[in-house]
């Protein structure tokens, strides 16, 4: 093996010739130029460059895997060698890949939808629903119960890298499906952000199979209801007692719903400096630290924006199912209508907050000039979750105020409590506008 030279700063002609030659389809003469630019021990970053280049125009897929190896392992989130990773994996087919700047325009579509279940009683034929026990299928005629197990499925988690690649993480659910009832034979036009429907006329209940998995994302898991009506009204009541405007108002419009939200899986290395005071002198420091998070949570839907963050927050993901359409049944589901991308964007900001506090707080002395290099952090996974709601309408004179209660365990939120904790000066600024 040849040892290698000492880097000369002229040697760069060797990468840029390559990386020319590579671009032009003159494999063997990039191959030559960019091997020997390795010998000259370039910086780490020129060496990244040189290895990617090198994969491109190696004869063969072994030897192109092992250069994308070793990027990874000075780097594992450089983003080229993790695409061209996918692609020598087969998870990756080069066609689909997107522009990130010139994203193709989402047209919609109508879609018949022909697969549509109907949820029956085998006994005497009746509309079965799903309990708020989050295990059972209840006929409304006869009662006859179907208990039903978890799936067994495993909680599936998308690559957040390929998603992103192939735009799938761009998009919105935007097409519209046409559905016929079997009950009684009307036809209905189902927005795509509906995962499960009942008929208005025969009430009959069907789950909506997805037909455009490449544009709309089907749910990975789901928390079932375990707070029947009868309890979240039982909540909704006591809240309202103990409130100052008890006597008034009224609720409307109680339904259960399932509500979309986003989880991350955000990992890689964060390069951070500061100055840190001892004995009245500033003293620099900077170190490496590795991060990894689960599972951080960001709402799908722009509905309701100042109760979902703390609603999102509020659930067990220990109770966490592999998604089912059976757990639809008799309620109503929405899909997102945030893309995957924009959402990654909030999560990867609440990462860096958070890393940001905790370098506040191992720190007893005083700190100033904080700053984080993030270059080296990616989202690895991610998934689609949905949770369940219940949500009722709160109206107090000519005012409306949603109020959501969770589903799983019953915590209330409204934004009537962010009303009260400054009522005159809110009710001032609602007069001013």
């Known amino acids: 093996m040849k040892k290698p030279v000492s880097y000369n700063p002229h ?9 020319a030659s590579a671009k032009v389809g003159e494999k063997q003469l990039a191959y030559k ?16 460059d040189a290895m990617y280049y090198l994969s491109l125009v190696s004869p063969t897929e072994a030897e192109q895997r092992d250069w994308i190896e070793k990027i990874l392992a000075m780097d594992p989130t ?14 990756l087919q080069t066609e689909k890949i997107v522009d990130p700047d010139r994203l193709p325009e989402q047209v919609a579509q109508q879609i018949p939808v022909n697969d549509l279940e109907r949820f029956i009683c085998p006994q005497c034929g009746g509309r079965m629903t799903f309990a708020a026990d989050g295990q059972s299928l209840v006929c409304e005629n006869c009662e006859a119960k179907s208990l039903r197990g978890k799936s067994g499925n495993r909680i599936e988690e998308t690559n957040f890298f390929i998603s992103l690649a192939t735009g799938q993480g761009h998009s919105k659910a935007v097409n519209t499906q046409i559905s016929l009832c079997a009950g009684c034979g009307a036809e209905f036009i189902i927005p795509a952000q509906q995962l499960s429907w009942q008929c208005p006329f025969c009430e009959s209940n069907y789950e909506v199979v997805q037909k455009e998995e490449r544009e709309i994302l ?3 898991a789901l928390i079932p209801f375990s707070l029947t009506e009868s309890q979240a009204y039982e909540t909704l009541i006591t809240w309202w007692k103990g409130n100052q405007d008890a ?7 109680m339904q259960g719903i399932y509500l979309p939200i986003w989880t991350f899986d955000i990992g890689g290395f964060i390069d951070w400096q500061l100055e840190i005071k001892e004995n009245r002198q500033w003293y620099p420091q900077s170190s490496t630290k590795a991060i990894f998070y689960d599972d951080i949570r960001v709402p799908a839907t722009r509905k309701c924006p100042r109760l979902m963050k703390d609603l999102m927050n509020s ?8 998604f089912d359409y059976k757990y639809l049944v008799n309620w109503i589901a929405e899909t997102y209508d945030v893309p995957a991308g924009d959402a990654a964007i909030s999560a990867r900001k609440l990462a860096l907050e958070a890393e940001r506090q905790y370098l506040k707080d191992v720190n007893f002395q005083p700190i100033r000039n ?26 107090l004179g000519a005012e409306r105020f949603p109020v959501m209660i969770n589903g799983q365990n019953g915590k209330l939120f409204s934004t009537n409590q962010d009303e009260n904790k400054n009522n005159f000066l809110s009710r001032m600024l609602r007069w001013i506008d």
């Open 33 to 48: 130029y960019l091997e020997r630019y390795l010998y000259q021990d370039p910086p780490v970053k020129e060496q990244i």
């Open 247 to 253: 006597n008034a108002g009224k609720f409307e419009a």
């Open 370 to 395: 904080l700053a984080l290099n993030t270059s080296r952090v990616t989202v690895e996974q991610y998934k689609l979750v949905l949770v369940p709601v219940w949500s009722v309408m709160l109206v």
């Open 11 to 19: 040697s760069r002609d060797l990468l840029v010739h390559g990386i």
């Open 315 to 322: 659930y067990d993901f220990e109770a966490m199912v592999a």
């Open 78 to 91: 450089e983003g080229r060698a993790r695409r061209q990773l996918a692609i020598l994996n087969g998870e």
């Open 218 to 220: 089907l749910p990975g």
